[in-house]
Each structure stands twice: as structure tokens, then as C-alpha cells.
């Protein structure tokens, strides 16, 4: 079974509108950690934000927000004011367990218009 | 304060040979992971090193192997190269709480881009 699931393979959005990147995951662990991370075309995956599984409220990292919903098992990525510079491939990843790996989705292109 | 750096940059070799690419780790941090990306794929994880040993390891073959000096750089061997391993290489860097297990930041180099003819 997928351990990240990232059903948009491409999403557009407007210059200065707001986006939400899904990401579902699947672990039995109560202690896991979600991560994003933006990868443009030159290649350099660039760490974004953090949720731990404890943590109480959603993490924010300037125009970052990840709306966590336990229940749910997701861990969205909201892009507020989307910049042209925005234009990449967004990877949500989990960490399970003891000091683990990161385990990786397929990835959302992400393209803003101007 | 110098993030994650890789070398080489770019390389190509031919199949059957032998290549090290190298990494040197975020100041701060003591763990350094090593991921292979396949065009249009996400990244799998190959191994990770702490302590100059390995704690984990991917489901890459032995041909992959790596190494970590007492200054937490690390090296990342593959030998007989075969085409399907050209990838873009990444090394992540990170500190572990080893008591609890927990890390809430992984930060990544430039990567190596390497191509096998």
C-alpha cells in the first residue's frame, strides 16, 4: 500500500490566489513527522514545513500552512499569495517511527499564471 | 552558514565502472541520508549514516555503499554501474534526537546528477 498518496499529478493557480496541495498518508505509528518539500527545475529539494504527529496546532512557515487532520490522514500544503516563483514540484514525505527514513509521494507540479 | 553540499555536480560514466559522489552535511547536523531520484519520481531512500555507521538501509543491492568520516561528510560508492542507474542523487542532512527518535527538519544538497552510458 502507498505510504503517501499525492493525487494531483499537475495544478494550476492564479498569481496572488491561493493553493491547497493534498497529500494522504498511511502509518500504524502514533509518532511520525510530515514534511514538504519544493523541488524546482534545477533540481535542489527545498524544505518547506514541518508537522509533527503531536503537535496541536497546523504548522505555518510564512505563506506555508499545513492543515493537518489526524482523523483524516492528510496533511495538505496551503500556498497562500502565489508567487511565479512558486512554479514547481511540491513532494509531501512522512517519517514513522524511530529516526526512519523519509518516505516520499509521487510529487504535484505546480504551475502559476500570470 | 553553508547549507548541504554535494560533489560532483554532474557526472557521467559508463556502464560497469565505478563512482563516489560526496557529501558534506548542514552545520549542526549528524546524520546524513542518501536518496536516489529517478526522473519523474519521488525520491527512495538508499541509506542513512550516524556515528559513522550505517543505522539504515533502503532496498538498493550491495553494489551501493557508502561511508561517514568523523566529520559527518559522507561518501556514496556504486560500483559495476548499470543504466538504470543514472539519477539524480541527493544527500540529506539532519539532527536526531536519538533518545526520542524524532527529527522535525531534513535538508538536502543540490544533488549529482549522474548518467550511466
Known amino acids: 500500500a502507498q505510504k503517501i498518496t499525492q493525487t494531483q499529478p499537475g495544478m494550476f493557480v492564479q498569481e496572488k490566489e491561493a493553493v491547497t496541495l493534498d497529500c494522504t498518508y498511511d502509518t500504524s505509528d502514533q509518532s511520525y513527522g510530515l514534511f514538504w518539500y519544493k523541488q524546482p527545475s534545477s533540481g535542489e529539494m527545498i524544505f518547506l514545513i514541518y508537522?509533527?504527529?503531536?503537535?496541536?496546532q497546523n504548522a505555518t512557515e510564512g505563506r506555508y500552512s499545513l492543515n493537518f487532520q489526524k482523523a483524516r490522514k492528510s496533511a495538505n500544503l496551503v500556498i497562500s499569495a502565489s508567487q511565479l516563483g512558486d512554479s514547481a514540484m511540491y513532494f509531501c514525505a512522512m517519517r514513522e517511527g524511530y529516526g526512519n527514513k523519509l518516505v516520499f509521494g509521487a510529487g504535484t507540479i505546480l504551475r502559476v499564471k500570470s | 552558514d553553508a547549507g548541504v553540499t554535494q560533489s560532483p555536480t554532474h557526472l557521467i560514466k559508463t556502464r560497469g565502472q565505478q563512482v563516489t559522489l560526496r557529501c558534506s552535511p548542514k552545520s549542526g547536523h549528524d546524520t546524513v541520508s542518501w536518496y536516489q531520484q529517478a526522473l519523474g519520481q519521488g525520491p527512495q531512500f538508499i541509506f542513512q549514516?550516524?556515528?559513522?555507521?550505517e543505522r539504515q538501509r533502503g532496498n538498493f543491492p550491495d553494489r551501493f555503499s557508502g561511508h561517514q568520516f568523523p566529520n559527518y561528510s559522507s561518501e556514496l560508492n556504486v560500483n559495476a554501474l548499470l543504466l538504470g542507474d543514472s539519477a539524480l542523487y541527493l544527500c540529506a542532512s539532519s539532527f536526531v534526537d536519538w533518545g526520542t527518535g524524532d527529527y522535525n527538519e531534513q535538508f538536502f544538497g543540490p544533488g549529482t546528477r549522474l548518467t550511466v552510458l
Open positions: 508537522q509533527g504527529s503531536y503537535d496541536e
Open positions: 549514516y550516524y556515528e559513522e555507521e
